[in-house]
Nanobody, 118 residues
């Protein structure tokens, strides 16, 4: 079992910045991918950014150049620095942890709300 605890969401004005953190605990495989997804009201959950334990990174086109994902493997923690926030970034952001064959085992955090006002 893996537990994920997110922090860092909140209300920010358009153009502002926020930093999300997600700490994983429990039985942690050293080979894994940690990332962030988001779900806006009435929309499907979508990938924001993900980073493997070998530092391969994937970003959604909508956030490239504005968001930066990073991780501290020693602390089993992943971060998402969000700059230049836009109202369309408003969503619940979920931490995601994957491991195993084809990264098929998945855990989710409870989510943290990010609200960007115009």
């Amino acid at each position: 079992q893996v537990q994920l605890v997110e922090s860092g969401g909140g209300l920010v004005q358009s153009g502002g910045s926020l930093r999300l953190s997600c700490a994983a605990s429990g039985t942690i495989s050293s080979i894994n991918t940690m990332g962030w997804y988001r779900q806006a009201p009435g929309k499907q959950r979508e990938l924001v950014a993900a980073m493997s334990s070998s530092a391969n990174i994937n970003y959604a086109d909508a956030v490239k150049g504005r968001f930066t994902i990073s991780r501290d493997n020693a602390k089993n923690t992943v971060y998402l620095q969000m700059n230049g926030l836009k109202p369309e970034d408003t969503a619940v952001y979920y931490c995601n942890f994957r491991y195993g064959p084809s990264y098929g085992v998945t855990y989710w955090g409870k989510g943290t709300l990010v609200t960007v006002s115009s």
